[in-house]
Every structure is written in structure tokens, then in C-alpha cells.
T-cell receptor
């Protein structure tokens, strides 16, 4: 089992460009999450999903959109990238709430 | 929503000493408290978790204690080794379906 796989691992964007980060899990988990990690700020939840076809806002959702069309995939989109979105993005999944979350290796995103 | 505070933000110990990291939470209904370890440039990984029906849980050199009355829980690492050097995050349920993470503690174990 690969666990949680994130693509790409690195990306550099110019302000105003758009892109999609892909997260795939092969553990048949219902719940999936997108976090951003900035120095000294810990892990902050952007959006999450409790099942195929569902999404919900987390702590810092502005500027991001998500989709969960298939149970195993959770996509994070930036429609118009801004320098403030420079961060490391982690995807995670869990069997259900209040269960261990399994993280991907992260995507390091720089916006110039 | 849940508010999780973690202290200290940095901790330096000598190899073989013990390390303690403490977190407080605000929602008295919270019932699941995990701890994650993140090595430099790597993903966060769960190292231990505790549920509200127990006060302490141990796994080799790692233990977690929970005080629901005071709304705090702590990570204890005994006989620290250089490979324990990492950032440690606590978390508590931030409402339905999600976790709120503390800001992390950078633990450095000096040989």
C-alpha cells in the first residue's frame, strides 16, 4: 500500500496563476483533509471531506477550492495564486473522525 | 471552535534526559488526543494517542497523560536519544470530523 500520495512534490507559480494539487489514498478512508504548514503556525486546516461528494471549510479556506469526486482522491485548487499562499501543503486521510490521520509527503509551493 | 495551546515552543535536552511537552485545550467535550512527530522535511506521523476514558498510555519510552478536569495532556519521552529530535505536535478535536493542532515543539536532543 502506498498510503497517501501527493502530487506534485514541488511547484513554483507566478502570482495569478492557477493550479491543482492532487491527493490520493489507497486505504479506503472516508475522511480526507488538506492542511497548510507555515513556520511557527503548526498545521492549519484548509478544507476537509467526510465522504465522496462532500466538502467543508476548515480554518483557512479563503483562496482555495476542493473537490472529492472519487473516494480515493481529494483535489485542492488555487484559482489565482497569491504570494501569501506560499507554504507546504499536506494532505491526510483517516478511517473516520477521532481516528489517526495518515499524512502524505507534502507539496512545497512557492508563489512569486 | 477548539483552542489548543502547546508549550514549550522549543526544548533542548541532553541525551538520556526526559522531555515533557504540555498542551491545553478549551472544549470539555473533546475525547481524542493524538501526538504527531515530524522530522525535518518529512511528513507528520502519529506516535501515540489517548482517549478520554483513560488517564495514561505508554508505548516503550513514550507516554501520554490526560487530565480532563484541568483540560490538559502531556507527552513524556524518557531516555531521550538523538533520533528523538523533531517537531512534536499535539491535537484535539476541533468540532465534528476534524482536529485542531498545536503550534508545535521543536525538541533537540544533544549527544
Amino acid at each position: 500500500n502506498a498510503g497517501v500520495t501527493q502530487t506534485p512534490k514541488f511547484r513554483v507559480l507566478k502570482t495569478g496563476q492557477s493550479m491543482t494539487l492532487l491527493c490520493a489514498q489507497d486505504m479506503n478512508h472516508e475522511y480526507m483533509y488538506w492542511y497548510r504548514q507555515d513556520p511557527g503556525m503548526g498545521l492549519r486546516l484548509i478544507h476537509y471531506s467526510v465522504g465522496e461528494g462532500t466538502t467543508a471549510k476548515g480554518e483557512v479556506p479563503d483562496g482555495y477550492n476542493v473537490s472529492r469526486l472519487k473516494k480515493q482522491n481529494f483535489l485542492l485548487g488555487l484559482e489565482s495564486a497569491a504570494p501569501s499562499q506560499t507554504s507546504v501543503y499536506f494532505c491526510a486521510s483517516s478511517y473516520r473522525d477521532h481516528q489517526p490521520q495518515h499524512f502524505g509527503d507534502g507539496t512545497r509551493l512557492s508563489i512569486l | 471552535g477548539e483552542n489548543v495551546e502547546q508549550h514549550p515552543s522549543t526544548l533542548s535536552v541532553q541525551e538520556g534526559d526526559s522531555a515533557v511537552i504540555k498542551c491545553t485545550y478549551s472544549d470539555s467535550a473533546s475525547n481524542y488526543f493524538p501526538w504527531y512527530k515530524q522530522e525535518l522535511g518529512k511528513r507528520p506521523q502519529l506516535i501515540i494517542d489517548i482517549r478520554s476514558n483513560v488517564g495514561e498510555k505508554k508505548d516503550q519510552r513514550i507516554a501520554v497523560t490526560l487530565n480532563k478536569t484541568a483540560k490538559h495532556f502531556s507527552l513524556h519521552i524518557t531516555e531521550t536519544q538523538p533520533e528523538d529530535s523533531a517537531v512534536y505536535f499535539c491535537a484535539a478535536p476541533g468540532g465534528n470530523y476534524k482536529l485542531t493542532f498545536g503550534k508545535g515543539t521543536l525538541l533537540t536532543v544533544n549527544p
